[in-house]
């Protein structure tokens, strides 16, 4: 994801970032499910990310 690799860090940390498990991230990477709002919360807290951005892309998008 593009939020991930500019942060430098591992899929897995990201995961435990955010309190998920990875293969939780990885199905939400791979499109198999949405997140709920309250990931988009933790992602948020976590990293700084923009939450409407959160909202309006999956993580692995590029805002446009």
């Known amino acids: 994801?593009?939020?991930i690799a500019?942060?430098?860090i591992t899929d897995a940390r990201f995961?435990?970032?955010v309190g998920m498990t990875p293969s939780g991230l990885s199905q939400i990477l791979s499109g198999?499910?949405?997140p709920?709002?309250?990931t988009l919360q933790k992602i948020h807290t976590n990293t700084g990310a923009d939450i409407q951005y959160?909202?309006?892309q999956r993580i692995?998008?590029?805002k446009p």
Request: aromatic share 4%; proline share 0%; charged share 30%.
């Open 60 to 62: 692995g998008e590029r």
């Open 54 to 56: 959160l909202m309006g």
């Open 15 to 17: 995961a435990e970032l």
């Open 36 to 38: 709920q709002f309250s």
């Open 1 to 3: 994801s593009n939020l």
């Open 6 to 8: 500019a942060m430098g």
């Open 32 to 34: 198999k499910r949405e």
